[in-house]
C-alpha cells in the first residue's frame, strides 16, 4: 500500500460545493480522495439538516457517508452489487444514487422508503428490513454469476457488528468460506472502543492475509509456538489448547473469521476515505472472501452524539421533526420516542403529558415487572430490543429475570423452551414482524413440545413509518394453524395488563399481540385478573348488525357503532379477545341473531381472524338446520402496505370505523346513507 496522504481537513471550507453534482454513482469515479472526502463532509452536513427537521434514522448514516463514496467510487453500481444490511445505514447511499432531492420526503407517505426498497431503485439490490441477512444475499448473488447467471460484477455486503448477532450471519459467512465465494464483507464496527491499527506493520498484516500464497502459513503458527527457543515452546504445549488459541489470536487479529477461510482486513478507519479505497481496492483484487473490518463512529460529525460515547449515539440513533436546528439539537426539548430500528437501542417514550393515555409497551413494561415480582419463574428475553420492547425496564430492575440474545430470534425462543423445560415461565418479547424469523421454533421446539412459552408481539398492526418490513400484520394467520397454541389480542391497556397475567398463567404456549402507541385511555387495574380462555364479550347490544373485534378492531367497531348510531341502526359490538379457540358460542349465537356479522382486525384477511369465524360458522351450520347471518370481513388487503402515518394507512386499507360504517350501511338495506 501506497503511504496516506495528509488527512482532509473538514474544517477547512471548499471552493466549489460538490455534492450537488453527484446525480449517481459515476459522478464520482473521476474524483480524487480529498474530493471524496469532501461529498462526504458535504452529504453528512446535508443529513443532519434534512433528518433533523423532518426525523427518521439518523446516528447510523452519518457513520457511513465515507463508506457509502468509497463504495460507490471504486463500484460500477448497478451492475456491482452493494447490499446494505437492513437499510437503516443507507441514506448517504441513497443519496448518492439519484435520490438526493428526495432526501426530505424519507419515511413519508409516498415519499422514499426508509429502507433499501427494490422498486425504488436499480441501485437497492435488497430490500430487507432486518438485520444479519446481507451476507447471504451476497453469496447467492456471487455464486449465481460464478454460473454464469445474469451479468458478472463484484460484490459487497456490508453488515453492522450488532447485525452480525444474528445466526444468520453466520451460517453465511460459513457458506462464503466453504465456497470461496469472491466478494467482500465490510464489518461496520461502531459499537466498541477500537484504537486504529497505524504504521508498516499494520499494512504488512493486511498484505500477508491477502496473499493466497502466504495465509495459510498461519496453520503453522501452534507447531511454531511449540518450538519457541528456550523451554518456551514446552511450556506452551503444557498450557493447553485454550492457551495456544488465545496466542494465536493475539498474533493474529481476526483470527475467527480466518478459521472460516474469509481473509481478514483490519481496523480500518471507516471515516477516512484514503484508507477505505486503498484497503476495498485490495480486498476485491483477491477474489476471495474478505472481510474488511472497519471502525465508525455513530453519529460522526454532530457533536452531541459524539461526545458522551455509546450512551449518547444511542439516543442519536433516530433524530425526531424538528429535533436539529442549524447543526445543533433544538433549545426546545423534543420527546424521545422509540423507533422501529432492527438495534437494540430504542428507548421507551418519555412519560406522557398528563392526562394523555400511556403507551402499550410502557404498559406491558410494567406489567413485566410486576409478573416477576410475583412469580420468580417469570423470565423476559428480547433479542436486542431491550426499549423497544419495554423489557429494560425488567432489566433494571431484576436483571436476573432477563435475558438479551442479541439479533437471534429463533436462539431466544430456543432458551425460551429450555428454560421451559425446566419450569420457568418465559416471555419472549419480541416485534410482531421479527418474530416471523423463528417460525421453526415456535412450531417445532414450543408448541409441539406443549412448552409453558409467552410471545408478547409489540408492533402488531400497522406500525407507520418503517413500512411493510416492520408492519406486524401477519401473526393472527402464521399462530392460527398451530396446535395447543392460545392466541389473543386485548382491545385497551388494561386488557393487556389481564391478558399478560393470563397467558403466564396458562400452563401452554401462548400469544399475545397489542400495537404500538397509546392506549385508549381507560383505567388500569390494580390488580390483574384471569381471562378464561376462549371466551369473548359483548360490549353492546343492538340488532340487525353484529361488529365483531379483535384487538384494535374492537376499537374500529366502536367508531363504527357510534357512526351508525347517527343514521338510526344500533349495532352489536363485541370482543372476541382470542383467534384461537375462538369463542364458537358466541360466533353463533351473533350468527343467528343478526342479519350480518363484521369482523374487524388490522391483519391480513388470508388466514386471519375472520378466516376463523367463517371457518367456525362453515362447520357449526353444516348439518344443522337454521340460517346464519352473511359474514363482512374487514381488514388488510392481501398485499404489503407502504410506509406512513398509520392513520393514513389505515384509511387507504379501509380500516376506519367510517369505512367500515360505509360498507354496513351498502350492504344492509333499509338505513339512512351515509351524508359526505
Wanted: with cysteine.
Amino acid at each position: 500500500m501506497s503511504e496516506k496522504p495528509p488527512t482532509h481537513d473538514p474544517a477547512a471550507e471548499p471552493s466549489e460545493p460538490l455534492l450537488e453534482t453527484i446525480d449517481g454513482p459515476a459522478d464520482l469515479h473521476g474524483l480524487d480522495d480529498a474530493q471524496l472526502q469532501q461529498v462526504a463532509g458535504e452529504m453528512r452536513t446535508y443529513i443532519i439538516d434534512t433528518i433533523g427537521e423532518i426525523g427518521g434514522h439518523f446516528g447510523a448514516n452519518l457513520g457511513t457517508c465515507e463508506l457509502a463514496v468509497a463504495l460507490h467510487s471504486l463500484l460500477d453500481s448497478p451492475r456491482d452489487k452493494i447490499l446494505w444490511d437492513v437499510g437503516h445505514q443507507s441514506y448517504p447511499h441513497k443519496i448518492l444514487t439519484g435520490r438526493r432531492e428526495q432526501l426530505p420526503t424519507i419515511r413519508q407517505y409516498e415519499g422514499l422508503a426508509p429502507f433499501c426498497s427494490i422498486p425504488e431503485s436499480e441501485h437497492d439490490i435488497m430490500g430487507a428490513g432486518h438485520a444479519s441477512t446481507s451476507i447471504g444475499y451476497g453469496v447467492g448473488l456471487k455464486e449465481a454469476m460464478r454460473k454464469g447467471i445474469g451479468v458478472d460484477g463484484r460484490v459487497a455486503a456490508v453488515i453492522g457488528d450488532g447485525a452480525l448477532t444474528g445466526g444468520v450471519a453466520y451460517e453465511a459467512m460459513l457458506a462464503a468460506g466453504g465456497l470461496q465465494t469472491p466478494m467482500v464483507i465490510v464489518l461496520n464496527d461502531n459499537g466498541m472502543s477500537i484504537s486504529p491499527n497505524v504504521g508498516a506493520l499494520s499494512r504488512y498484516f493486511n498484505r500477508i492475509r491477502l496473499n493466497p500464497r502466504l495465509y495459510h502459513a498461519r496453520e503453522g503458527v501452534e507447531d511454531r509456538l511449540t518450538r519457541l527457543p528456550l523451554g518456551l515452546g514446552r511450556r506452551i504445549e503444557r498450557l493447553g489448547p485454550e492457551i495456544k488459541s488465545a496466542i494465536k489470536a493475539y498474533w493474529a487479529p481476526g483470527l475467527f473469521f480466518e478459521e472460516l477461510d474469509l481473509a481478514y482486513m483490519g481496523v480500518i478507519d471507516g471515516h477516512d476515505v484514503h484508507a477505505l479505497r486503498e484497503a476495498l481496492t485490495e480486498a476485491f483484487e483477491s477474489e476471495r472472501p474478505v472481510v474488511v473490518h472497519i471502525h465508525t463512529v455513530k453519529g460522526k460529525g454532530f457533536a452531541p452524539a459524539e461526545a458522551g460515547g455509546l450512551e449518547t449515539m444511542e439516543e442519536w440513533h433516530a433524530a425526531k421533526p424538528n429535533s436539529i436546528v442549524n447543526g445543533v439539537p433544538a433549545s426546545k426539548p423534543v420527546p424521545v420516542t422509540e423507533t422501529d430500528s432492527p438495534e437494540g437501542i430504542e428507548r421507551l417514550e418519555k412519560p406522557p403529558a398528563p392526562g394523555a393515555p400511556p403507551q402499550y409497551t410502557q404498559v406491558f413494561a410494567e406489567a413485566m415487572v410486576a409478573e416477576a415480582g410475583r412469580d420468580e419463574r417469570v423470565i423476559g428475553i428480547t433479542a436486542a430490543m431491550a426499549g423497544g420492547t419495554g423489557l429494560q425496564k425488567l432489566a433494571d430492575q431484576a436483571p436476573d429475570q432477563y435475558y438479551d440474545v442479541g439479533i437471534a430470534e429463533q436462539n431466544a425462543v430456543l432458551l425460551a423452551s429450555g428454560l421451559a423445560l425446566q419450569g420457568a415461565k418465559p416471555v419472549c418479547a419480541i416485534y410482531s414482524t421479527f418474530l416471523q424469523r423463528a417460525y421453526d421454533q415456535i412450531i417445532h421446539d414450543v408448541c409441539l413440545q406443549g412448552l409453558d412459552v409467552t410471545f408478547a408481539m409489540d408492533r402488531a398492526g400497522l406500525v407507520g413509518d418503517d413500512g411493510p418490513t416492520h408492519h406486524g400484520v401477519f401473526d393472527i394467520s402464521y399462530f392460527r394453524p398451530i396446535p395447543n397454541v392460545v392466541v389473543m389480542a386485548p382491545r385497551d391497556e388494561a386488557m393487556l395488563v389481564h391478558m399478560l397475567h393470563t397467558a403466564i398463567a396458562h400452563e401452554g404456549p401462548a400469544a399475545l399481540r397489542y400495537p404500538r402507541g397509546a392506549g385508549e385511555g381507560v383505567e388500569l387495574p390494580a390488580e390483574p385478573e384471569l381471562i378464561p380462555i376462549g371466551r369473548g364479550e359483548i360490549l353492546a347490544e343492538g340488532e340487525r348488525v353484529a361488529l365483531l373485534g379483535y384487538g384494535y378492531g374492537v376499537t374500529v367497531a366502536q367508531e363504527a357503532a357510534a357512526i351508525l348510531a347517527e343514521h338510526g341502526l344500533q349495532v352489536t359490538v363485541a370482543d372476541a379477545r382470542f383467534a384461537k379457540p375462538i369463542d364458537g358460542e358466541l360466533a353463533v349465537d351473533l350468527a343467528r341473531e343478526h342479519e350480518l356479522v363484521v369482523t374487524i382486525e388490522e391483519n391480513v384477511l388470508p388466514g386471519g381472524f375472520g378466516s376463523a369465524v367463517l371457518e367456525h360458522l362453515e362447520d357449526a351450520f353444516a348439518d344443522g338446520p337454521g340460517e346464519r347471518a352473511r359474514v363482512l370481513r374487514v381488514g388488510l388487503p392481501d398485499r404489503y402496505v407502504t410506509h406512513g402515518k398509520p392513520e393514513l394507512l389505515r384509511a387507504e386499507a379501509g380500516l376506519t370505523g367510517q369505512s367500515v360504517a360505509d360498507r354496513v350501511l351498502a350492504t344492509t338495506p333499509s338505513t339512512q346513507p351515509v351524508l359526505g
